[in-house]
């Protein structure tokens, strides 16, 4: 390999590096914008097609061995698997997310010299397969390079084509500031068009508060430690936390405990809580928390991971996407109990038993549960009926990571996409109360017990992303790619004979 292979390819993997600058916590975007060029600027001058795949590889490496780094605390600190271990099982997860960069190279070099406007053709191969990494095999929707676009002028095609439509105007504009070969003033009138339509679009009122008065909502924050959270001496300990604290709030309409708040099954903690659950009645508050619920109908117990409402109105959620390897372990049967990381606590989780609605019918709450608030159709099929949209989580996972503020970063992005606002409760941070335009109104310190008390304003109505959801941006990035390539038909047809 010689020293100017070398040097691009060191290029690539520090252009996808920078690309979790532009995101939370650092919000650098322009990052996003050099990152999208150095990569153009790589894979037009690749001379061929195997070095254009490696420079796809290199560049999907920065961006998930930073963006993903949290995946490596993980195992380390709480799963006790060996660094060395932990570190290539990581790089496995690493190269295996970087292979639909690969592919996006690959792609891009074979079709580049066939289409006239190898930009469009980039920003469709873009989006297509971001896409495609948020379905295929449940899917792994993080870190889209469009989440550097919130809080920027942009925010207002969010309600409109969501996050995905975002990254659009995001890659293009980093192809038009650095990467395409047309004239200055050109490039000028698009990026200036693209980013003033986003400003004008950011002042239309899809949806509209509810005629019900502003809720008053408690988020918990119990910041238990995660090594001792399943060990029975905790159970009575967080209990008491949580019914204490919920006692002192009853004033408040809606009280929300985190993911899983107290470790053990709902059945076995429900008549503790049946004194609670009177007292939220008479007051009318509306209590939720995380829960672990079973079923024993079958010949042996399913266990999902729940959201369970009581006091004000009873209510269930069951968690409709799954964390492999930490709520269940894909080929179980091969790998259960080869190392402590694949016997996590609650790591056979099931997928709900039928179809999942709102959570509660008199607040209209959208529930979510971790992981899966990073899902944009997910979330947006429910939060079409919903008045607000609750999320919990316990992101102790990954301690002072970069997790818990790209988790809370998606949060807001649903809140503006459905332009309801977001509750979202955790164990140990960040806890937080969202506005319908993705701002955060009121927010619990990092890894300390704490409460907060807001005003939240219920909203009601639906965004064109709600009824449109991913398609009209799918069929955009399909129509970036097909207009202006050239096609030779004369395959398909036999000659003419000339008379």
Known sequence: MNFHLTANLALSLAAGALVPLALAPSNLWPCALISIALFWRNLKQSPNLKQAITHGLAYGLGYFGVGVSWVFVSMVNHSDTHWLLALFLSLLFCIGLSLFYAAFAGLFHHFKTLHRFPTLLFAGLWISLDLLRGWLLTGFPWLYIGYGGLGTVLDGYAPIVGVHGISLVVVLSGLLVFGARIKLHFRAAIIVSLWVVGYCLSFISWTHPSPKKPITVTLLQGNVKLEEKWLPRSLAPTLRYYMSQSYLHLESDLIVWPETAIATYWDHVAPALSSLNDAAKMQNTQIISGTVLRKNDHPEAHYYNGLIGFGAEQGQYYKQRLVPFGEYIPLESWLRGTINFFNLPMSAFKLPPHAQGLLTQSLSIAGNICYEIAYPQLVAKQAALAQ????????????????????????????????????????????????????????????????????????????????????????????????????????????????
């Open 388 to 499: 607000v949209i609750l999320t919990v989580s316990n992101d102790t996972w990954f301690e002072h990571s970069l997790a818990p503020w790209q988790h809370l970063q998606m949060a807001q992005m649903r809140a503006l996409e459905n332009g309801k606002p977001v509750v979202r409760a955790t164990n140990s941070g960040v806890s937080a109360l969202i506005d319908a335009t993705g701002r955060i109104t009121d927010i619990a310190p990092l890894y300390q017990s704490a409460e907060i008390t807001g005003s939240v304003t219920l909203m009601t109505g639906q965004t064109p992303y709600n009824t449109g959801l991913n398609w009209p941006v799918f069929l955009l990035s399909m129509g970036l790619m097909l207009f202006g390539l050239r096609v030779n038909l004369s395959g398909f047809f036999p000659n003419r004979v000339k008379t």
